[in-house]
């Protein structure tokens, strides 16, 4: 039998991950993003604890921009995941589940977290933060 005639089987370039699966995937991603963070941020607090050198260093490494990038994407994950939870909070109280719902929901926790996401750092921003 020739390999030519066999129907070939659907690759993961056809399908298109929607967007209830993508908002899943990224809830469990920021979470693991929280928990890296708050290491992070643990390292901060001793860092502040331990005198100015380790402070001066941590706050060095977060006023670069590397750090600031960090930092926006830690924010992110932070809005992101509280956003995502409160849907959740939701579909544990046994609303919300049905199609439309989902996709509205799933659509309003990504722009929320954005604009909270960019409000925060325009506010940061303006304030002088470095």
Not at 107 to 127: D, E, M, N, Y
Request: charged share 10%.
């Amino acid at each position: 039998m020739s390999t030519q005639n066999r129907p070939l089987s659907p690759h993961l370039e056809v399908y298109r991950l929607p967007l209830t699966g993508l908002i899943s995937i990224t809830h469990r991603m920021t979470g693991v993003a929280l928990s890296v963070g708050t290491l992070l941020f643990a390292y901060w607090l001793i860092a502040a604890a331990s005198g100015p050198e380790s402070y001066a260093t941590i706050n060095g490494f977060l006023g670069s921009w590397i750090g600031k990038v960090l930092l926006f994407l830690w924010s992110f994950a932070f809005y992101f995941h509280f956003c995502n939870g409160i849907r959740h909070l939701f579909w544990d109280a046994g609303k919300g589940f049905d199609k439309e719902v989902v996709e509205k929901t799933a659509k309003a926790v990504l722009i929320t977290s954005v604009v909270l996401t960019v409000l925060t750092w325009i506010i940061i921003l303006a304030g002088g933060g470095s």
